[in-house]
């Protein structure tokens, strides 16, 4: 059974460029989540989703960053105009289903640079 | 903000169990801990989770006290393998979203 997979694993973009990251959950899970880990910090959430719909986006800076969960097809992450500060690694993870019983499966990660 | 407090690192000889402690007095009754790790630079690896009573599966043991003020996460034969930063995560319990709030987890060294 395939786990949580992300790609690209590692991605470069010049400042004002955009970064697009693709996430596929585990088979069966419709509940995919993104997470950002800066440099030295902790994982921050930042989106949930369910097919076709945003439930939670209150970790999501509010412009140039966006996320979708097609009907078919990975979760998208795209961030527009990258900065420096978008430097950081971005991780997927997703759910039987929704609630605190249910456990989150994390990806491996996408390794954003921003030169 | 994380409702946890760890101790930011801790050394564990190989072969010994390695016992990693985790305050979290402030949890509520429907509240679920979590414990995860992250190897290196790698995604969160998933261990175990409790609401009130401990718990037992092939990577470990959760301990959690009977007021629930504080928990115990057991890897009954550390390995190198287990060196990791260790988060325990307090999870708001019901059916709409919740994610997971990391803290800065416990670094734990498994030391040949």
């Known amino acids: 059974n395939a786990g949580v997979m992300q790609n690209p694993r590692h991605l470069v973009r010049r400042r004002g460029q955009e970064a697009r990251l693709r996430c596929s959950p585990m088979?069966?899970?419709?509940?995919v989540y993104w997470y950002r880990q800066l440099p030295e910090e902790g994982l921050k959430f930042m989106v949930y989703l369910q097919k076709e719909n945003i439930i939670d986006e209150s970790g999501m800076p509010k412009e140039r960053f966006s996320a979708e969960f097609p009907k078919e097809g990975p979760s998208i992450l795209r961030i527009q105009q990258v900065v420096r500060g978008d430097s950081a690694a971005y991780f997927c993870?997703?759910?039987?289903?929704?609630?605190?019983?249910?456990?989150?499966?994390f990806g491996p990660g996408t390794r954003l640079t921003v030169t | 903000d994380a409702k946890t407090t760890q101790p930011p690192s801790m050394d564990c000889a190989e072969g010994r169990a390695a016992n990693l402690p985790c305050n979290h007095s402030t949890i509520s009754g429907n509240e679920y801990v979590y414990w995860y790790r992250q190897i290196h630079s790698q995604g969160p690896q998933y261990i175990i989770h409790?609401?009130?009573n401990n718990e037992t599966n092939e990577m470990a043991s959760l301990i959690i006290t009977e007021d629930r003020k504080s928990s115990t996460l057991i890897l009954p034969h550390a390995t190198l393998r287990d060196t990791a930063v260790y988060y325990c995560?307090?999870?708001?319990?019901?059916?709409?979203?919740?994610?997971?709030?990391f803290g800065k987890g416990t670094r734990l060294s498994v030391i040949a």
């Open positions: 993870a997703s759910s039987l289903g929704t609630g605190a019983h249910y456990e989150q499966y």
């Open positions: 409790g609401l009130k």
């Open positions: 995560i307090v999870r708001v319990g019901g059916s709409g979203n919740t994610p997971l709030v």
């Open positions: 088979k069966g899970h419709s509940h």
